[in-house]
Nanobody, 124 residues
Framework: QVQLVESGGGLVQAGGSLRLFCANS????????MGWFRQAPGKEREFAAA????????RYADSVKGRFTISREYAKNTVYLQMDSLKPEDTAVYYC?????????????????WGQGTQVTVSS
């Protein structure tokens, strides 16, 4: 059973930082590829970052590269998204996702499990 729960969202000024958490209350995440997606009002859900089950492969969207860092901590069954130098255009609901695959994936339909989302709002 995979039940993903995101936390860490909030309101921050432009240039600030937030750290998102994705925890699973069910089976271990260690064998699952993980990703972070985001969805702004009126827009489609878009890929932000992904990490392989081994942690060896990481991928970022061009829009967040150099500002966001994805990582995972197996002992805590948790995946993180460190977001620095935040911009107003980063405002969205951020979703954690998991899937059974090797490497990284950037399309939502490749993931089988989703969290409920956490709101990130960046003020100018």
């Amino acid at each position: 059973q995979v039940q993903l729960v995101e936390s860490g969202g909030g309101l921050v000024q432009a240039g600030g930082s937030l750290r998102l958490f994705c925890a699973n209350s069910g089976r271990t995440l260690s064998s699952l590829g993980m990703g972070w997606f985001r969805q702004a009002p009126g827009k489609e859900r878009e890929f932000a970052a992904a990490i392989s089950w081994s942690g060896d492969n990481i991928r970022y969207a061009d829009s967040v590269k150099g500002r966001f860092t994805i990582s995972r901590e197996y002992a805590k069954n948790t995946v993180y998204l460190q977001m620095d130098s935040l911009k107003p255009e980063d405002t969205a609901v951020y979703y954690c996702a998991a899937g059974v695959f090797g490497g990284t994936r950037q399309f939502p339909n490749e993931y089988s499990y989703w969290g409920q989302g956490t709101q990130v709002t960046v003020s100018s």
